[in-house]
C-alpha cells in the first residue's frame, strides 16, 4: 500500500496523534491508536441484535456537499443538514410521525489545514450513510480548528442543541472531552484518547469508535497462533515509531498466548529497506527457522523482505501492508501473504460494502477510504444509540463487524475485521480460527 506523502504535515499527524487510520500516512508516525484499547467487546456470552442492512443506492457521491454556513457569534461553523419530508431546525420541528427527529451533531477540525482532509474524507463517508437513512435525522455540522479549547467550547455548544454527539476526531480533542467533565449527552469519540485508565476512565456516555493498528496487531496475533499453535514468530519492523508500535503489540499479544517471539528492527531509507540488512536477516531465519513471520512493514518494504527471503516461512501482517488492488499493482513476491484488513478494503461483494458509494474526494488516498469507511460506520452506530439509547448492538459495518453495548454502564465496543490471502493481485477470504 503506498504511504501518503505531501498529504498531512506531520503536524497534523501529531495532531491527529493516533487513530484515524488503521495504518500509517506518513514516515513519521502515522494515524495510530494507543497501545491499550479504550473500549472492549461485549462481555463472552451476551447476545446483540444484528442492525438492518442499509437499502442500495446508486454508487455516485455528489460532487460537493453543502457549503457551510457560519453560526453567529460563534467561532466554530454549522451545517444544518435537512431531511427530504421537512426542514427540521430546533426542537420545535417534528417527522412526519409527529416525532421531534433526532439531532446528531458531527464535530470535525475542517478548519485545521493539517486536519482537513481526513476530517473531510469522514464528513463525506457520514454523509454518505445519512442519504441511506434520513427520515427523522437532523444532522449539524460542526466546524472547529485543531485548538482543543475550541473544540470544548464547540463540544459544550453542541449539546445544547443536538441529542448526540459524534467527535471529534482528534486525540487531543477527544482527551479533552473525556476529561472534561461535561459528557452528559451520548458522544461517539472517532479516536483514542491518551492517558485513560482505571484511574480515569472515559466516561459512561462516551463510545470510543476510533480505528486503531494495535487491535489490528493482536487480531493477526490470535489468528496466526490459531493456525501455528505453540510456536515462534519472527516479528520483522522497520524503525518508524508507527512500525513499532505495530511489532510491539503483536509480540505482547504472542507472548500471552504461550508462543516464544523473536523481534527484527531493519533501519530504513526514504522508506527503502537495506537489502544487506534482509540478507543478513535470511541468514538468522535459515538458524532460528521461526514457523511464521509477522511483517509489521509497509506493502513495499514487505515486498522486499519476501523477495530475499522467500515464501516458504508463512507471513501474515495488519492492514499496513496491503497493497490494494490498482491496476497493474500486483505484487507476486507478496503471494500467500496473510493479512487483516476492513471490508471496506477487502472485500467488495460484501453487502454493507456494496450500498455505498466509493470515496473520490480530493487528494484520495487508502489512508482517507479508511476514514471514509469509518463516517459510514459512525454514522450507523449513532443511529441505533438514537433509536435506543440503552442497547446492545452488532452490525455488519464497512470497517468490520462491530458489536456495541451502550447505555448500561461503561460503554463497550469491538471492531473484528476479516482475514484474507493476497494471491495474484486480490484477496481470498479465510475463515480466521480464534
Same mark, same amino acid.
Given at each position: 500500500? *503506498?504511504?501518503? *506523502? ?40 451476551? #447476545?446483540?441484535? /444484528?442492525? +438492518? ?56 477540525? +475542517?478548519?485545521?489545514?493539517?486536519? #482537513? ?29 485543531? /485548538? ?11 449539546? *445544547?442543541?443536538? =441529542? @448526540? @454527539? ?27 484518547? =491518551?492517558?485513560?485508565?482505571? /484511574? ?12 486503531? @493498528? ?20 519472527l516479528v520483522v519492523s522497520g524503525?518508524?515509531?508507527? %512500525? ?17 517471539? %523473536? ?11 537495506? /537489502? ?24 513495499? %518494504? ?66 482517507? =477510504? ?5 463516517? @459510514?460506520?459512525?454514522? #450507523? ?19 468490520? #463487524?462491530?458489536?456495541v453495548n451502550f447505555g448500561n ?23 480466521? *480460527?480464534?
Amino acid at each position: 500500500m *503506498k504511504m501518503l *506523502k505531501g498529504v498531512f504535515a506531520t503536524a497534523g499527524v501529531a495532531l491527529l496523534g493516533a487513530c484515524s487510520t488503521p495504518m500509517p500516512c506518513d514516515p513519521t508516525g502515522g494515524l495510530c491508536a494507543p497501545m491499550q484499547a479504550n473500549t472492549s467487546g461485549a462481555p463472552p456470552g451476551s #447476545r446483540a441484535a /444484528d442492525a +438492518t442492512a442499509p437499502r442500495a443506492v446508486p454508487n455516485a457521491l455528489p460532487n460537493a456537499l453543502p457549503p457551510l454556513a457560519a453560526a453567529p457569534g460563534a467561532s466554530v461553523q454549522t451545517m444544518p443538514v435537512e431531511t427530504p419530508d421537512s426542514a427540521f431546525s430546533g426542537t420545535s420541528s417534528t417527522t412526519p410521525t409527529g416525532r421531534a427527529p433526532v439531532r446528531i451533531a458531527l464535530l470535525l477540525p +475542517t478548519r485545521a489545514e493539517a486536519l #482537513r482532509l481526513p476530517a473531510e474524507a469522514l464528513r463525506a463517508g457520514f454523509m454518505a450513510a445519512y442519504e441511506h437513512e434520513r427520515e427523522g435525522v437532523v444532522v449539524n455540522v460542526i466546524e472547529t480548528s485543531d /485548538d482543543t479549547d475550541e473544540t470544548l467550547n464547540a463540544y459544550m455548544a453542541a449539546k *445544547k442543541d443536538n =441529542d @448526540i @454527539i459524534v467527535g471529534p476526531l482528534s486525540r487531543a480533542g477527544v482527551g479533552a472531552v473525556a476529561a472534561s467533565g461535561t459528557v452528559s449527552k451520548p458522544t461517539i469519540a472517532l479516536n483514542h484518547p =491518551d492517558g485513560r485508565g482505571i /484511574d480515569n476512565p472515559i466516561p459512561p456516555n462516551m463510545l470510543v469508535i476510533g480505528l486503531s @493498528i494495535e487491535d489490528e496487531a493482536r487480531q493477526v496475533a490470535q489468528w496466526a497462533a490459531a493456525e501455528h499453535p505453540g510456536t515462534s514468530a519472527l516479528v520483522v519492523s522497520g524503525n518508524s515509531p508507527w %512500525q513499532r508500535r505495530l511489532a510491539a503489540a503483536f509480540a505482547a499479544q504472542w507472548k500471552q498466548l504461550g508462543n516464544q517471539v %523473536q523481534l527484527a528492527e531493519l533501519t530504513a531509507s526514504n522508506g527503502y529497506l537495506s /537489502d544487506a540488512a534482509i540478507v543478513q536477516l535470511k541468514a538468522r531465519v535459515d538458524t532460528e527457522m521461526p514457523a511464521i513471520m509477522f511483517a509489521a512493514l509497509d506493502a513495499e %518494504q514487505a515486498r522486499q523482505v519476501r523477495a530475499i527471503l522467500g515464501s516458504e516461512l508463512p507471513a501474515y501482517g495488519a492492514s499496513s501492508v496491503n497493497p490494494g488492488l490498482t491496476a497493474g499493482g500486483s505484487m507476486p513476491e507478496l503471494d500467500g501473504l496473510r493479512l487483516l484488513d476492513m471490508p471496506w478494503q477487502i472485500q467488495g461483494d460484501n453487502p454493507a460494502v456494496m450500498v455505498y458509494p466509493r470515496f473520490l474526494g480530493a487528494g484520495r488516498t487508502p489512508d482517507l =477510504d479508511r476514514l471514509y469507511a469509518l463516517g @459510514i460506520d459512525a454514522f #450507523r452506530v449513532t443511529l441505533q444509540i438514537a433509536k435506543k439509547p440503552v442497547s446492545a448492538f452488532r452490525i455488519d459495518g464497512v470497517t468490520g #463487524r462491530l458489536t456495541v453495548n451502550f447505555g448500561n454502564g461503561t460503554a463497550r465496543f469491538e471492531r473484528v475485521e476479516p482475514g484474507a490471502v493476497y494471491q495474484s493481485g486480490s484477496f481470498k477470504l479465510v475463515d480466521k *480460527k480464534q
